[in-house]
T-cell receptor, first 113, second 115 residues
Framework: EAQVTQNPRYLITVTGKKLTVTCSQN?????MSWYRQDPGLGLRQIYY???????DKGDVPEGYKVSRKEKRNFPLILESPSPNQTSLYFC????????????FGPGTRLTVL | AQSVTQLGSHVSVSEGALVLLRCNYS??????LFWYVQYPNQGLQLLLK??????LVKGINGFEAEFKKSETSFHLTKPSAHMSDAAEYFC?????????????FGAGTRLFVKA
């Protein structure tokens, strides 16, 4: 089944404790992206990747890191999480950009205490 | 940079009534526009997209949207609402301005359907 998977689905952590949210897709998509969803703000793009080893900042990259060492994986790293990073996070992938729809993972709900 | 505005954070309709969800965009270049739907506790899924072919775009579940360049709008409609349409709807645009490849989402509109 074609899908985007994220792990973990739920995470409660404390300020400053490094964490990684994994994202994997099995559709051989080139474009991958991370978003955070907050009430009243919709989805805001954190980082995106056009292909392996090619990443760039979205609109809200502060406090996040990403890497794209393999085409299928695009982990999101929070080196020192803070409470303002409490949010619902989505990973997405698509065959390309501009005209292609994005396929979304199920989401990761992160709480930083 | 491009932007997307969705008028109305909440819309309530009766079952069988017309659904109209509004989306306006700002773009200096031809836009590529999308509508996504998010059901509770799920990720987003595509309803329909505009990629400069027909201005009236038909999507899944009876939804359609019309691209109007003069009004910079891409409103989503459905003639008759079903209870199963209750969800949050997001308008989005692909933004290739400033050398990037970003996707810009609107703030979303939550649709309530009353029996």
């Amino acid at each position: 089944e074609a899908q985007v998977t994220q792990n973990p689905r739920y995470l409660i952590t404390v300020t400053g404790k490094k964490l990684t949210v994994t994202c994997s897709q099995n559709m051989n998509h080139e474009y991958m992206s991370w978003y955070r969803q907050d009430p009243g703000l919709g989805l805001r793009q954190i980082y995106y990747s056009m292909n392996v080893e090619v990443t760039d900042k979205g609109d809200v990259p502060e406090g996040y890191k990403v890497s794209r060492k393999e085409k299928r994986n695009f982990p999101l790293i929070l080196e020192s999480p803070s409470p303002n990073q409490t949010s619902l996070y989505f990973c997405a992938s698509s065959p390309g950009f501009l005209i292609n729809e994005q396929f979304f993972g199920p989401g990761t709900r992160l709480t930083v205490l | 940079a491009q932007s997307v505005t969705q008028l109305g954070s909440h819309v309530s309709v009766s079952e069988g009534a017309l659904v109209l969800l509004r989306c306006n965009y700002s773009s200096s270049v031809p836009p590529y526009l999308f509508w996504y739907v998010q059901y509770p506790n799920q990720g987003l899924q595509l309803l329909l997209k505009y990629t400069s072919a027909a201005t009236l775009v038909k999507g899944i579940n009876g939804f359609e949207a019309e691209f109007k360049k003069s009004e910079t709008s891409f409103h989503l409609t459905k003639p008759s609402a079903h209870m199963s349409d209750a969800a949050e709807y997001f308008c989005a645009v692909s933004d290739q301005s400033a050398g990037g490849f970003k996707t810009i989402f609107g703030a979303g509109t939550r649709l309530f359907v009353k029996a």
